[in-house]
């Protein structure tokens, strides 16, 4: 009987201590959840965008020059939307990405090598503007962030001048300006980017899924996406009806 009273006991302070073990790291994951409107770097929160892995370049290729900000510099401030005019990417030799209401960047690579290469510029990869730029002392410019994996072919021993579309995750500060260069930085670590990102993956966001007499639709969806994006990086969160939004884009064909 003594040996079956010890027993008892034993499995239940065995199920106390396994259940204040999992209490406690229900409580742990919940702490560790970040909130809208506080991931470092982004929105109004302060501190610098962290990074997950950090953007590489494959062997051979290099980017001649700075990443700077595409387009006129005097139509990049806050409350103007004309990034996009075709004025302003009447110079480049390719478009990528998805948004560019605020965010243009003008980049030029360089294969060095005799064989075409291919860039790849990540989902959730963010693109801070150079606070040392000699050009501005201004510190209120826009960091960038790209939704969907980019894939940019560069031919062998060639140079490509190209034009990225991304998304502004500072609401309020200024937009993209060939006044201020950028460092592209990596994949970020935020949860909450990294779930639209999921969303977004597979669906017809890039410039490259329009024809050109489809710009308005482009424009139309990507506006709404930035708003999105706001939401998450200055806001409160998603709403349903953001996802019912997303949800109801069209799929990209055989869902590359």
Known sequence: MFVVMRKIKFILITLMFLSGTIISCEKNDSQSKEEPGNIPGMGDAGGELEIAAPFVLPPGISIVGEVRGAGDSSVSLVGENFLRSESNLK???GMYG?????VLLNMVFENTTKEDQEVIIPAGCVFEYNRDDNETDDNNYQNGICLQEIRITIFGSTQLNVVLFLYCVNK?????????????RG???????????DALRYKMIDIN??????????????DRIQ????????????TQADKDFIDDLSDKVGGI
């Open 91 to 93: 110079d480049y030799e």
């Open 227 to 238: 708003e999105i994006v706001w939401a998450i990086t200055n806001g409160s969160g998603l």
């Open 98 to 102: 998805s948004g560019g209401q605020w």
């Open 209 to 222: 899924d329009f024809a050109p007499e489809e710009m308005d639709e482009y424009n139309s969806i990507t």
């Open 172 to 184: 309020g500060k200024e937009g993209s300006s060939s006044l201020v260069s950028y460092i592209i």
């Open 187 to 197: 994949t970020s670590t935020s949860e909450l980017i990294d779930f639209l990102v």
